[in-house]
């Protein structure tokens, strides 16, 4: 999951930025409106952290902004704003939910997989997806009930791809929401993940579901 | 309501000022008393002197015939005196009964007196009763309790200083709230810092020295805001962060201002103009700003006369504001214009009582306006009104005094 976090605060933005990267998500921090606006032009983000006394601007404008460009994208409002009334707002300009500062960073991270299983229209937590069932909490992927180690690149390449079953998933996507730009933008990375992970998935005698190549398109996760 | 001739009687009563009321009540006791003696000292005197003539008149058949069988018959009561103890007889008997029957009129007169007083003085007592009662019950809102009339020129400027009195309290109370608000909302950003900043290291299986290091300086950083915080609370702060400047509409602050200050108005029947524009804003201490446009709206509506006229006005510099209050009132002498800003300095001692307030007004104003860096000056003549104006600059951190 690629998450874009818009806050002027810098110690509150480094550490939840350095917290979230530790759980596999790739994060990109805006220190105001105009940034953040221009890195949402820039990139594909599946959630947005917002808080809303920025510097140049309030976030409820940038709510509004980001909900036009995509409607699809999930909004969660981070504010020191925690009067009912403020809430009420918030959510109300369009915001999926809404936490107030001070923000435990399990409840927030709990939240954050809430958030994506609604966006999957998944509401359980357990995905059952042929023979795999994946605890989308614990991060863990399980055949039968033997547990399947995945490493957290892993695991989040195959809850990327199971989010989008059925289709094909070009690498360079791949590449933003799991990798980040810090890694360099080579589709080799991908290739050698995919080919440990279906590695992984054979060696736990997993027939189904397959990771199938479309030559030169992407990868595509496949249910018999 | 019945309309009995004793409640229209005492309508009409308590139309007067209480001092004509009383006065109009002491007219009359002495009135009706002075009547009631004059009346009966002239009886009195008539009836006493009548009857002690006629007793003490000489018969004229005073001659004594004898032989005469008829008048033989009939002594005649002869009294022979001389006119001297005559008088002097009568006269005593005069005193005497005179004395009587003026004590008895006295009593009499007393007691109608006070039968008199203590009836008409409750169509005085009762309005002033009523009002007590109505404001220490604490059952009205402030609004209630203004709209209320008093019947007489003293207990409506009485009523007219308690409400103000009250809607003071009332806005210094709503201030503090927001001040304790405005406190708490500080302390979430600190804290928010330092709850994330453990939270994420709390999960790491394995820490770094430069990891200690960052936590050591988020704690540090948050902390030293929060101590700041805890100064400003304890109100210890005298440097440019005990001003917490925001942004102020003009207009929306003179619109509070004359609206907390109209039972003072009303009570002058005083009309005054907000033609702030909708547009000017300011940014600068709230506090400070409230304070300073309400005792110049109230010091033009203390000197103004009955029906009198004041105009609040604005002008949007680069800079930051100027806001003008002008009155048509009694203005204020060359002389007076220069110690204006003199702490108790009164313009008009024999006046003191009679405008109210306390003459502490400008003094303040100009502290506090010098405070956020502005100016003020003031225009008058005497008999012309006076005009007032203020400049703010919008809130700078090196430029505040």
Known sequence: MRILLVDDEEDFSDSLSEGLRNEGYVVDVALNGEEALFLYDLYPYDLILLDLNLPDTDGLILCDKFRSINPKVLICILSARGEVFEKIEGLDQGADDYLSKPIHFDELLARIRALWRRNLNVRSPLIEVGQLSIDTNLRMVYIADSEIKLTAKEYRLLEYLTQNIGKVVAAEELILHIWGEQDALFSNSVRTQISYLRTKLRKAGVSNPVIVTTVNIGYTLVIE | ?401
């Open chain 2, 1 to 401: 309501m019945v309309k009995t001739p004793s409640s229209v009687l005492r309508n009409l009563f308590s139309k007067f000022s209480l001092r004509r009321q009383l006065i109009l009540l002491i007219i009359i006791v002495f009135t009706v008393l002075g009547a009631i003696l004059f009346i009966s000292f002239s009886k009195l005197i008539q009836s006493s002197v009548f009857h002690e003539v006629q007793s003490l008149r000489i018969e004229p058949t005073s001659s004594i015939e004898p032989g005469n069988p008829q008048t033989q018959k009939t002594p005649n009561p002869v009294i022979t005196l001389d006119i001297e103890s005559m008088e002097s007889i009568a006269l005593d008997q005069l005193q005497i009964r005179l004395q009587k029957s003026i004590g008895l009129t006295l009593v009499g007169a007393l007691l109608i007196g006070l039968l008199l007083s203590v009836f008409l003085s409750k169509f005085i007592s009762t309005p002033i009763e009523e009002l007590s009662q109505s404001i220490s019950s604490g059952t009205k809102t402030n609004t209630e309790l203004l709209g209320e009339i008093m019947p007489n020129q003293e207990l409506s400027d009485l009523h007219a200083a308690i409400v103000l009195s009250l809607r003071r309290f009332e806005r210094q109370f709503e201030n503090q709230q927001q001040f304790l608000l405005d406190v708490a909302h500080e302390f979430r950003t600190p804290v928010a810092s330092i709850r994330m900043k453990v939270d994420v290291d709390k999960k790491k299986t394995s820490v770094t020295p430069a990891d200690f290091y960052s936590l050591c300086a988020t704690v540090d950083r948050s902390t030293a805001r929060l101590e700041q915080l805890i100064m400003k609370l304890r109100g210890l702060s005298s440097d440019q962060s005990a001003i917490h400047p925001s942004t102020v509409s003009v207009r929306t602050l003179v619109a509070e201002t004359i609206e907390l200050l109209s039972p003072l108005s009303r009570d002058k029947n005083i009309e005054i103009q907000n033609l702030t524009n909708l547009n000017h804003f300011l940014i600068t201490e709230p506090l400070f700003i409230q304070t300073i446009i309400t005792n110049l709206i109230e010091n033009s509506i203390l000197y103004s006369k009955q029906g009198g006229k004041v105009v609040v006005s604005s002008i949007q510099t680069e800079e930051g504001c100027e806001i003008r209050v002008e009155d048509n009132g009694i203005g204020i002498d060359k002389e007076d214009l220069e110690k204006i800003f003199n702490r108790f300095y009164r313009v008009d001692k024999s006046k003191s009582r009679q405008t109210g307030g306390s003459g502490l007004g400008l003094p303040i104003v100009k502290a506090l306006v010098n405070r956020l860096g502005g100016r003020i000056s003031i225009k008058s003549e005497l008999g012309n009104g006076t005009e007032v104006e203020i400049f703010v600059p919008d809130f700078q951190e090196n430029k505040v005094a």
